[in-house]
C-alpha cells in the first residue's frame, strides 16, 4: 500500500498498480473513457476492498445528485440556441466590426467571436464547431492557409473551459468544494490574458508570413450598426456574468435564465421555432450524456485512489524529488500537460484535482490560484495531440487533417503555456478581486 515518510517515495501496492495498469490498456484499446473509469473503479474496489462494492450504485448516483451539475446541459443548449437563433453570427459580425480594420482583422475577430461565444456557452468544443463553421471560409479567403486557418479556431475556441461560465470551473467547484460563482470571479483576468496571448500571437505570425492584410478602415457608423444588431446577442452575457457576480443568480440559476433569454430572443425576432426545441434537447442531452457519465463513474475511482492514500503518496513523491516550490510546479504542470494530451478535461479534473490540490496547498498556493492554474494547463490540451478535443472538432468541421492542424497549433500552445506560467507565479493574477 502506500505510506508516506519524510524521506519516502510512492510506493503503490499491486492491487492499485494492477488497476492502473488496466486503466492505460482500456484507453489504448480505446475503450469509451466513462467505461475505462468504470472498469477501473470496480476492479481497484474489489481489490483493495477499501470500500463495500455494495455502496458503489449509491456512489454513483450521489455523485452526480450534484445541484451544481444542472448548469451543464443548460449551458450546453444555450450554446445550441445560439446558433440556431443566428445570435452567435450577429456576434461574430460585431466582432469582425471591431476588429476587421487590423492588418490581421479576420484572425483576431474570430479569436474576439471565440471569447464572445465562450462567455455565454461554457463549452469549447460547441464554440470550435460553431465559430469554426463561421469564419473558416472567411480566413481562407483572406489568404490564411487552411490548415493555419483551422488552428487559429480550434486555439481560439479553447477560451470555452477559461471564460466564465466554464463546465470545468463547475465541476472542478463542486469536486473540491469551492464556490463555481467566486471561480468565474477570479478566472475573468486568467481567461482574458489566455485570449489576449491568441491575438496577439496570429498577429505576429501574420506579420512574419503575410497571410492578411486588411485594407478596410474602421467605421464608426458600421460598428454602431453591427453592436445595434448584436444588441440582444451581446445582452445574455451580461445577464448571466451581471447576474452572477452581482448575487442575484447561482451559477446554475444563471444557466437557465440564459436558456430563457436566448428562447425568448429567438422567438421574439423570428428565428427560433417551438418546433426546434425537441432537437435542441436532444441536442444537449447527447454532449451532456458523455459528460456526467465520466463524471459519474470517476468519483468512485477518485474515492478509491484517496482511500489508499494515492495523493499523500504522490505529495511524497514530489517531496523525495524537491523541496523547491517553484519546481513543483513545473512538475504539476507537466503533470497537467500530459493529462491533457490524453484525457477530456472532465475525468482529469474529478482524478486529479483531489491528488493535486493538497500538494498545492503545502506549496502555498491559493485554492483558486489552483483551480485557475489546473484549468489553463489542461486547456492547453485541447489543441495537443494525440487527443486534443478541438483537433478531432476542427478536423471534421474543415475537412483538414489532424496533423496539419496540430503543427499549425504549436505556436499557440507555447502562448498559452506562457500565460498558465504567469498564472502559477503571479497569484495575482487569479485573487485580483479580493
Not at 461560465?165 to 483576468?189: C, D, Q, R
Not at 501574420?206 to 453591427?226: D, H, I, M
Request: aromatic share 10%.
Amino acid at each position: 500500500m502506500l505510506y508516506q515518510t519524510a524521506e519516502s517515495a510512492l510506493e503503490i501496492g499491486w492491487e492499485v498498480a494492477l488497476s492502473l495498469i488496466l486503466l492505460a490498456a482500456l484507453f489504448l484499446m480505446a475503450v469509451p473513457i466513462w467505461v475505462s473509469l468504470g472498469i477501473t473503479a470496480l476492479v481497484m474496489l474489489w481489490l483493495t476492498d477499501v470500500l463495500p462494492l455494495s455502496l458503489l450504485g449509491e456512489s454513483l448516483f450521489s455523485g452526480v445528485n450534484h445541484y451544481a451539475l444542472i448548469a451543464i446541459p443548460l449551458y450546453l443548449l444555450t450554446g445550441d440556441a445560439l446558433v440556431r437563433t443566428g445570435l452567435s453570427k450577429k456576434l461574430l459580425d460585431f466582432a469582425e466590426a471591431t476588429m476587421g480594420s487590423l492588418r490581421s482583422g479576420m484572425g483576431t475577430s474570430t479569436v474576439l467571436g471565440c471569447g464572445f461565444f465562450s462567455s455565454i456557452s461554457g463549452s469549447d468544443a460547441a464554440g470550435c464547431a460553431a465559430v469554426g463553421r463561421m469564419t473558416f471560409p472567411r480566413l481562407v479567403e483572406k489568404g490564411y492557409p487552411p490548415g493555419y486557418a483551422a488552428a487559429l479556431v480550434a486555439s481560439g475556441a479553447c477560451t470555452g473551459i477559461l471564460i466564465p461560465p466554464s463546465i470545468a470551473y463547475i465541476i472542478i467547484g463542486m469536486i473540491l468544494g469551492i464556490s463555481a460563482a467566486s471561480l468565474f470571479v477570479a478566472a475573468i483576468v486568467p481567461g482574458v490574458l489566455v485570449l489576449l496571448s491568441i491575438m496577439m500571437t496570429n498577429i505576429a505570425i501574420n506579420r512574419l508570413k503575410g497571410y492578411e492584410n486588411s485594407t478596410s478602415t474602421f467605421s464608426f457608423r458600421v460598428w454602431l450598426k453591427a453592436l445595434w444588431a448584436a444588441k440582444f446577442a451581446l445582452s445574455i452575457p451580461l445577464i448571466i456574468l451581471g447576474g452572477i457576480y452581482s448575487g442575484i443568480f447561482t451559477p446554475t440559476e444563471a444557466a437557465a435564465v440564459a436558456v430563457a433569454v436566448t428562447l425568448a430572443i429567438g422567438f421574439y425576432e423570428g428565428t427560433m421555432s417551438f418546433g426546434e426545441i425537441p432537437e435542441m434537447l436532444w441536442s444537449s442531452a447527447k454532449v451532456n450524456g458523455i459528460i456526467v457519465p465520466i463524471i459519474a463513474v470517476a468519483l468512485p475511482l477518485a474515492q478509491a485512489l484517496a482511500l489508499v492514500e494515492v495523493p499523500q503518496g504522490f505529495a511524497a513523491l514530489i517531496r523525495s524529488i524537491t523541496d523547491d516550490p517553484n519546481l513543483t510546479i513545473l512538475l504539476m504542470l507537466g503533470v497537467f500537460i500530459l493529462a491533457g494530451c490524453i484525457m477530456e478535461a472532465t475525468p482529469n479534473i474529478v482524478i486529479l484535482a483531489p491528488i493535486m490540490f493538497p500538494l498545492a496547498q503545502e506549496i502555498g498556493m491559493n485554492d483558486f490560484q489552483f483551480c485557475i492554474f489546473m484549468i489553463t494547463s489542461l486547456g492547453v490540451g485541447f489543441i495537443t495531440p494525440p487527443l486534443g478535443l478541438n483537433l478531432f472538432v476542427i478536423s471534421s468541421v474543415t475537412g483538414e487533417s489532424i496533423l496539419s492542424v496540430a503543427s499549425k497549433s504549436l505556436p499557440y500552445v507555447v502562448s498559452m503555456l506562457a500565460v498558465v506560467l504567469l498564472i502559477a507565479f503571479v497569484p495575482e493574477i487569479s485573487i485580483w478581486w479580493r
